[in-house]
């Protein structure tokens, strides 16, 4: 899993604590932290579908454009109680 450079920091404070145990995740790359070159596209290249957030549309280019299944998703805001 990796963010964006856009990605604000509660979102990428939540996914390390969220994803940080989880064993289907075997890499968080958090792009604003630590983004080796060619780290977004390893992990493309040895996906089986890549998920991106409709937010980056540069992503989703370069998903649609790897030839893997991919597929977008809307990013949902919290409702207010």
Request: include cysteine; aromatic fraction near 2%; glycine fraction near 4%.
């Amino acid at each position: 899993m990796t963010t964006s450079r856009r990605t604000p920091d509660t979102i990428a404070a939540f996914l390390k604590e969220q994803v940080r145990y989880e064993p289907l995740c075997q890499q968080l790359v958090i792009a604003n932290e630590h983004n080796p070159p060619g780290t977004v596209l390893g992990m493309m290249a040895l996906a089986e579908i890549l998920i991106v957030t409709e937010d980056s549309i540069s992503m989703l280019s370069e998903a649609v454009g790897s030839s893997k299944k991919s597929c977008g998703d809307r990013i949902r805001e919290k409702s207010p109680r």
